[in-house]
């Protein structure tokens, strides 16, 4: 499916809505890349922060009249959208027991966006939640992940939720931890490679991030040689120079480091 043509449509979609809504432009490419496959289907789409309730008809009118549009919020006149044919539940989406009482009744989900209380607590309490009912293969997206350098939201310290997603993906890193043994560190935390046993990837973009899940993310890791007896050439890695300094990639500090090879 064309990705351009699927923009053009949703931005279409977002300047036709009926009532407003507020979105950044460079997310709708994102958008179509994540959520396009889903057109014309009986999925379920679920977004947290109904607001003015805009974004409510964009996502009905691009994705079809088969999609099953579902709005989360805590301001109860978020009901009155009901009336226009979209399910709308009253929850604290930082209360994980509200949320998931909300996702039970919901049933398995296509598309998890939040776009709600931007707090970080909020966006990690709605994707460890939302981890337990997205569909075997569906997508969690938090969007405006700016939020974690904001001051207005920072009362969450060094614990943002960039943060939280940016340690996740060590998760994915250790299903490989058996493949190295002894390499590795020892896995302290089991408990959470249970909980993001079904995340396959975690893709960052520009204010968005999205979990995907995906039955592949069953698989162990497992090395391979496509070819027996097993001959390699001598191993070169070391052999040229130990280090480089490096322009360490954060734009809020300037930090350069020299950057040494091997173990210790």
Known sequence: MNNQF???????????????????????????????????????????????GGSLFMWRS????????????????????????????????????????????VGPFDVLLDDGGHQSFQQITT??????????????????????????????????????AKDATDVLTAKAHDLYAGQMPPIDNPSVLDQFRRIHSIEFYSNLIAFKLNPL?????????????ITFSQDFRYQGRDS??????NPFLDKKIRLFGGGV
């Open 6 to 52: 699927q923009q053009d449509r949703l931005l279409e979609a977002f300047k036709n809505s009926p009532e407003t809504s507020l979105k950044i432009t460079t997310y709708f490419p994102i958008y179509a890349n994540l959520f396009s496959h889903l057109i014309g289907s009986k999925c379920t789409f679920i977004e947290t922060g109904v607001l003015n």
């Open 62 to 105: 691009w994705l079809g009249p088969d999609a099953e549009i579902i709005g989360i919020d805590l301001n109860r006149e978020a009901k009155k959208w009901e009336d226009h044919g979209f399910d709308i539940y009253i929850c604290d989406q930082g209360n994980p027991k509200e949320l998931e009482q909300v996702l039970l009744q």
């Open 127 to 164: 994707l460890c939640t939302g981890l337990k009912h997205g569909k075997d293969t569906s997508v969690i997206v938090v969007e405006d992940t700016h939020t974690s350098f904001m001051k207005e939201f920072s009362r969450h310290g060094q614990h943002s939720f960039c943060e939280y």
């Open 217 to 229: 993310a069953a698989q162990k890791p497992e090395g391979i040689v496509n070819k027996a007896p």
């Open 244 to 249: 480089c300094q490096v322009n360490w990639p």
